[in-house]
């Protein structure tokens, strides 16, 4: 992508706030040694709210009611057979972890009509990706590697589909989806998690301080702000887009958004300018997106 030819447009169409974390937090963990069952937890975790998020939403509109708001005739079958995806992967994982398997929270959900429900498919389910993709490091048994892979494929089929035929975006992004780390990506989450089964495991995550760069524009100075009396001046923000981060020094209250971010993009605080883990990660997240059209100009449709 040529920045010279791009638009430079990029919408901030939500970032993580604050929410009381359901689950006691183990802030002793330590990111390298992540068990394979806690792992699957968190997995399953996203998992029970992504089956809990589309059960709800179909079981709250027909198909009359997906028409009506100018959806297309055949999504609402569609979104069943996602929604039945969702049940079979949250019965493999529950299956897999046996007992002690994290059980469905309750969930509040900012939908209010079929197309709301759509649009935020379209944010959980990449999110979702991203968070599998940051959560591929820490598995070591290979059997649960293939399981994880074969969701994973899954799930971005989902957020293309929801995002290109159903919400007419650009279902596209550069050559490799971005990595959330699981802090990161379970702060995205959360938000909408209310409340979960005190016998629930405890998850190998900490919620983050809230992140905002106001009106995200690529190319332009935005001001950055975090939640907590979080410092940010002096500190780094990692633009994530693929797989290398781009680290801007906050300078002034602010920064630069590189030209480069393609796609689902995201954007996390950190202390450092070479490395983006939840060792160094302060506040976040931020999501970006800059969808591009096949000739490489960012366009919101
Ligand atoms: C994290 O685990 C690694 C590998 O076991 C160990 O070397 C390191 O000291 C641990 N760090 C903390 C903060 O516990
Ligand atoms: C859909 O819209 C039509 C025409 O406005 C209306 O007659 C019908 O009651 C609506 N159906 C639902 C389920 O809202
Ligand atoms: C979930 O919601 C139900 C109904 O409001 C409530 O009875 C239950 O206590 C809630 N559970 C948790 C874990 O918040
Ligand atoms: C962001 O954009 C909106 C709408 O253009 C404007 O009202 C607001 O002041 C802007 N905020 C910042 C921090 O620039
Ligand atoms: C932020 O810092 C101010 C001034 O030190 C203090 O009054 C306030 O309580 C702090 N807020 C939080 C959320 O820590
Ligand atoms: C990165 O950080 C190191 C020390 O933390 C600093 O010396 C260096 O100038 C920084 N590089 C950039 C490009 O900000």
Partial sequence: MKSAVVIAYVTLIGTATAFVVPQARDTSSNSTTIDDTSLLNYVLTLKNLENAFYAGALNSFTQDDFVNDSLPTWSRARFEQIAEHQQAHVDLLSYAIGSGSAQACNYTFPYT???????????????????????????????????????????????????????????????????????????????????????????????????????????QASTVSAANNVTVEGQYVA???????????????????????????????????????????????????????????????
Avoid: K
Avoid at 119 to 146: H, K, N, P, R
Avoid at 156 to 174: F, T
Avoid at 267 to 282: I, Q
């Fill in 113 to 219: 009509s079929p197309s709301s429900f759509a649009a935020l498919a379209e944010v959980i389910s990449g999110v979702c990706v991203s968070a599998f993709v940051g959560a591929a490091q820490y598995i070591t048994s290979s059997d649960y590697l293939t399981t994880a892979a074969a969701i994973l494929s899954t799930e971005a089929r989902h957020a293309a589909w929801i995002a290109g035929p159903v919400n007419h975006q650009n279902a596209w992004s550069g050559s490799f989806d971005t990595p959330l780390s699981l802090d990161a990506a379970y702060t995205l989450a959360s938000q909408y998690i209310s409340g979960c089964p005190s016998s629930n495991p405890t998850l190998p995550v900490t919620a983050l301080s809230p992140l905002t760069i106001a009106n995200a524009s690529l190319g």
């Fill in 239 to 301: 633009f994530l887009s693929g797989l290398t981060p781009t680290f801007v020094q906050v300078v002034g209250g602010q920064v630069v958004v590189p030209a480069t971010i393609m796609g689902t993009s995201y954007a996390v605080l950190t202390s450092s300018n070479t490395s983006v883990d939840d060792s160094t990660v302060t506040a976040g997240v931020a999501l970006i997106q800059s969808p591009y059209n096949s000739n490489g100009v960012l366009e919101v449709v």
